[in-house]
């Protein structure tokens, strides 16, 4: 857990929790300085300051894992600081050194072309779905055709 601050987090809110709702329900642990609740998608998380520490404490130890409109909230203190993607892949056991996400300059993307390309050239008799009597009847073809293979004496002989 981290060092208590003013304000908290909210995590793990129902879509339907407005600010009204939470002030209603942390007011009676001191004053408030902030609410904000935001809406990021699937996840709903708000910010709740206090005037004092010892309120957002007492707030914290009563409030933990209580049910707001059918969700268990999860309360942390706020860490005072933006968090960024690399954060939160940190926090989701991805690292944080997302190679995906961030190029490097001097990183060049190969064109996806190529690869339509190289499925383009191939001849007819690569066919994927031949059947086994049509494959074998070409080699018969390709046999019939083949010269007989002469030896290296043949060549002597001449």
Avoid: C
């Avoid at 339907?16 to 001191?30: C, N, P, S, T, W």
């Avoid at 957002?56 to 309360?75: C, H, P, T, V, Y």
């Avoid at 203190?77 to 939160?88: E, H, I, V």
């Amino acid at each position: 857990m981290s060092e208590p601050k003013k304000k908290l987090w909210i995590g793990n809110l129902a879509y339907k929790v407005q600010k009204d709702d939470l002030e209603e329900l942390f007011k009676q642990y001191g004053q408030i300085t902030e609410i904000k609740v935001l809406d990021k998608g699937p996840h709903v998380y708000a910010f709740v300051e206090f005037e004092k520490v010892e309120k957002a404490i007492d707030a914290f130890n009563s409030l933990q894992g209580r049910e707001l409109k059918g969700q268990a909230m999860k309360i942390e203190y706020a860490s005072g600081r933006k968090r960024t993607t690399n954060d939160r892949d940190k926090d989701r056991g991805r690292g944080g050194n997302d190679k995906y996400r961030k190029r490097d300059s001097n990183y060049k993307r190969r064109s996806r072309s190529r690869s339509i390309d190289r499925h383009k050239k191939k001849s007819k008799s690569h066919k994927k779905h031949s059947s086994s009597s049509e494959s074998s009847r070409r080699d018969k073809q390709y046999n019939s055709k083949k010269q007989p293979q002469r030896s290296p004496s043949d060549d002597l002989s001449n």
